[in-house]
C-alpha cells in the first residue's frame, strides 16, 4: 500500500511495553515530533491539546514515562535563562528498541517548523481516537488503580479503603478538576487524605452550581 500523507514510525517493540492507553498516545505524538527519532520539543499544554487529555494528566504521564525509563525529559530555560522553556524530550533505547544509540548533536526546530509538525499530527491523533487505531480496554480495576495513582502522588503513600471508595464514583473531568484544584492550592509538599476529600467535594459543590445556572 502507497500512503499518499505523510506518516512517521514506531518501533514494534512499543507493544511490548505494556502501555496504558494515555501512555500510548502521549508517547507516540512526541515520538511524531521527535526529529529522525531524537528529539521533541512540546509543550505540557500543547501535549494535553493534541492528545484530548487534560493538562494535569500529561504532566502525570510525562512523568510516568520518564520514570519508567521509557523517555528522557531535559529541562530548558529562555534565553534570559529566567523563565522556563518547553522541555526537550527524546524516547529511549526501551522505545526504540536499539541496542546502541548514536549520540548526535541536534539543532532545535524553528517555529515553523513546530507549527508544521503540530498540523501533520492533528491527523494521525484524529485517526487515533476514531478508532483505526485500537488499543486494549482497560479493565474497572486498572481505570481504577490509574485515578488512584493521580491522588497517591499527593499523600506519597497509599490511600485508604474510604478515599480508594470515593475515588472510585468520580469520573475523568471531576478527577482532573480536582487534582488541578489541589496543585494550584497546596503549600506543603504532601497532603492529608482529609485535604483531597475536601477539594472532592468542593469541585463536586462548583460543579453542580454552573449547572443550576
Not at 46 to 51: G, H, N, V
Not at 152 to 157: A, E, F, G, M, T
Request: net charge neutral; with cysteine; proline share 2%.
Amino acid at each position: 500500500m502507497k500512503l499518499t500523507t505523510k506518516y512517521f514510525k514506531l518501533s514494534n517493540n512499543i507493544f511490548e511495553l505494556g502501555l496504558k492507553p494515555n501512555e500510548f498516545v502521549v508517547l507516540a505524538y512526541i515520538a511524531r515530533c521527535s526529529n529522525n527519532n531524537s528529539k521533541a520539543f512540546p509543550s505540557y499544554n500543547k501535549i494535553a491539546e493534541k492528545c484530548n487529555i487534560g493538562l494535569s494528566t500529561a504532566k502525570r504521564v510525562v512523568s510516568e514515562l520518564v520514570k519508567n525509563g521509557l523517555l528522557m525529559k531535559e529541562n530548558r530555560l529562555t534565553e534570559d535563562n529566567k523563565s522556563n522553556s518547553t522541555n526537550a524530550y527524546s524516547l529511549t533505547e526501551k522505545v526504540l528498541g536499539k541496542r546502541d544509540i548514536e549520540k548526535e548533536v541536534v539543532e532545535e526546530p524553528t517555529t515553523e517548523e513546530i507549527i508544521e509538525d503540530e498540523k501533520e499530527t492533528e491527523d494521525l491523533i484524529r485517526k487515533y481516537y476514531a478508532g483505526e487505531v485500537t488499543l486494549p480496554e482497560q479493565t474497572e480495576q486498572e481505570e481504577l488503580n490509574e485515578k488512584i495513582e493521580i491522588f497517591q502522588v499527593h499523600l506519597n503513600r497509599e490511600v485508604s479503603s474510604n478515599l480508594r471508595n470515593i475515588i472510585k464514583d468520580l469520573d475523568w473531568d471531576e478527577i482532573v478538576n480536582t487534582d488541578t484544584q489541589i496543585n494550584s492550592n497546596k503549600k506543603e509538599k504532601y497532603c492529608t487524605e482529609n485535604y483531597i476529600i475536601n477539594a472532592i467535594y468542593a469541585n463536586k459543590k462548583r460543579t453542580k452550581l454552573k449547572l443550576v445556572k
